[in-house]
């Protein structure tokens, strides 16, 4: 198994278990200690999206994958977008409250906004850890 596969599965389930414990954080009403576990989380996502595209177009340790892969591949990364996106926008909503219209919005329907994203951003992670089992 390559480097950045072994660096992707550690994300995945480190972020898979940041996600949970930030989940119950906020049920339990600790929203700084959840608040910052999600900046953790959003900014080392984007890391870890820029890393993976450096990697595809400068040919490190990846390479290519089979190419029966590429649609599985295109969709995992397409879907896993949104999440890293929605989290982003409502990150960035938190941090500039009663700034602007953009995070008003964001924090006016940040539970709403919160509960689909982490729902999909955790199959995201799982699809990551399957992508480190067939890749191998």
Do not use: D
Request: net charge positive; aromatic share 16%; glycine share 10%.
């Amino acid at each position: 198994m390559s480097m950045f596969l072994i660096i992707s599965t550690a994300w995945a389930v480190t972020a898979l278990v940041l996600l949970a414990v930030a989940w119950w954080l906020v049920r339990v009403g600790k929203i700084v200690l959840h608040r910052n576990i999600m900046i953790v989380l959003t900014v080392g996502a984007w890391i870890f999206i820029l890393n993976y595209i450096f990697v595809q177009r400068y040919g490190g340790e990846l390479g290519p994958f089979p190419s029966e892969y590429v649609p599985w591949m295109a969709l995992h990364g397409s879907l896993g977008l949104v999440p890293l996106i929605g989290a982003t926008c409502l990150v960035v909503g938190r941090l500039m409250t009663g700034r602007n219209k953009f995070s008003t919005h964001f924090n006016q329907h940040h539970k709403a906004y919160g509960r689909t994203f982490v729902v999909v951003w955790f199959f995201t992670h799982l699809g990551g850890i399957f992508n480190a089992i067939f890749l191998r």
